[in-house]
T-cell receptor, first 107, second 115 residues
Framework: KNEVEQSPQNLTAQEGEFITINCSYS?????LHWLQQHPGGGIVPLFM???GKKKHGRLIATINIQEKHSSLHITASHPRDSAVYIC?????????FGSGTQLTVLP | DSGVTQTPKHLITATGQRVTLRCSPR?????VYWYQQSLDQGLQFLIQ???????AKGNILERFSAQQFPDLHSELNLSSLELGDSALYFC??????????????FGPGTRLTVL
């Protein structure tokens, strides 16, 4: 059974700080997804990756398949980045979700 | 706006009742996924339909059922409701292959409260 662990559970940062959220999983996967859940509940896909690194604006996602680990980085964080960030692993049958990281960026 | 719509937004009902949640996927998407998000369990995959056929099943209770119609909209039926069924229910859609390799786009969710 695939276990997905995220750390930290909660993170408070000052505006402008560089932020890292980590995700580890226990079995081989086909793809890893990073999602953002807004305070109102809506879920937005950020990245889907199976190797290497992807960048979109101030967000960077990396994955190390051998170590079964992925990181989501936010550069120059801003209060509007405050949200829950969720990683999910994809296999042939389903997505398995981490418990999420609650990020609060203070002005 | 993801292009995925869900109705209703909120639903309050009593234990033992039955409700139906509705989802319309993004235009052109053939796959619909249903997820439950509760405070103690986080996000969990329930079931997937692809072009009208059940494709994958997750942690879906026997009291719950779903279907996808010819116009590709999907319904999730929850019956004999219990307090523990109170949760946010999301549907998501994705493009072609109907596997979990594709990016999924989430609807706004239906918040179900069972009293």
């Amino acid at each position: 059974k695939n276990e997905v662990e995220q750390s930290p559970q909660n993170l408070t940062a000052q505006e402008g700080e560089f932020i890292t959220i980590n995700c580890s999983y226990s079995v081989g996967i086909s793809a890893l997804h990073w999602l953002q859940q807004h305070p109102g509940g809506g879920i937005v896909p950020l990245f889907m990756l199976s190797s290497g690194k992807k960048k979109h604006g101030r967000l960077i996602a990396t994955i190390n398949i051998q170590e079964k680990h992925s990181s989501l980085h936010i550069t120059a964080s801003h209060p509007r980045d405050s949200a829950v960030y969720i990683c999910a692993t994809g296999s042939a049958r389903q997505l398995t979700f981490g418990s999420g990281t609650q990020l609060t960026v203070l002005p | 706006d993801s292009g995925v719509t869900q109705t209703p937004k909120h639903l309050i009902t009593a234990t033992g009742q039955r409700v139906t949640l509705r989802c319309s996927p993004r235009s052109g998407d053939l796959s619909v996924y249903w997820y439950q998000q509760s405070l103690d369990q986080g996000l969990q995959f329930l079931i997937q339909y692809y072009n009208g056929e059940e494709r994958a099943k997750g942690n879906i209770l026997e009291r719950f059922s779903a279907q996808q119609f010819p116009d590709l909209h999907s319904e999730l039926n929850l019956s004999s409701l219990e307090l523990g069924d109170s949760a946010l229910y999301f549907c998501a859609s994705s493009g072609d292959a109907g596997t979990h390799y594709n990016e999924q786009f989430f609807g706004p969710g239906t918040r179900l409260t069972v009293l």
